[in-house]
């Protein structure tokens, strides 16, 4: 089940949790752009990139894979959540962006846009980050 536009208004840390993986099991696409925020601003946030390179040519030089939840009440009452999978990334600047910037955010729909927001806002707080 796919949650509502109203559940996707309602991102808290009482309701998400999110970690930083080594990659994702699916691919992603472009699905937005975040709020400005600099390399050193979401590399506290984020912590180590899961992927980063330095050669100029390559389309993304620096990523993020976020895994998260979004917690909600079902039709029946109970509890339930849905997976939001997130890229945080560059897309052909040729070297990691050190000033403000707005990252392309990747994903499977616009909930990674609003989820990555709120992180950045710092709405949501990290479960766990597996590349500290």
């Known amino acids: 089940m796919l949650i509502s536009s109203e559940q996707i208004g309602e991102i808290t840390s009482e309701k998400c949790e999110y970690e930083i993986v080594e990659h994702l099991t699916r691919s992603t696409s472009l699905q937005g752009y975040s709020v400005e925020a600099t390399y050193s601003q979401l590399k506290q946030l984020f912590g180590k990139p899961s992927f ?7 389309k993304v030089n620096i990523e993020w894979c976020i895994e998260g939840k979004i917690f909600f009440t079902d039709e029946y009452g109970e509890t339930d959540y849905e997976y939001v999978e997130a890229t945080v990334y560059n897309w052909k600047t040729g070297m990691t962006p050190t000033e403000e910037y707005q990252w392309h955010i990747g994903g499977h729909g616009y909930e990674a846009v609003d989820f990555v927001d709120a992180i950045i806002k710092g709405e949501i707080q990290p479960y766990f980050n597996l590349n500290d």
């Open 52 to 58: 980063s390179s330095g050669d100029p040519y390559d």
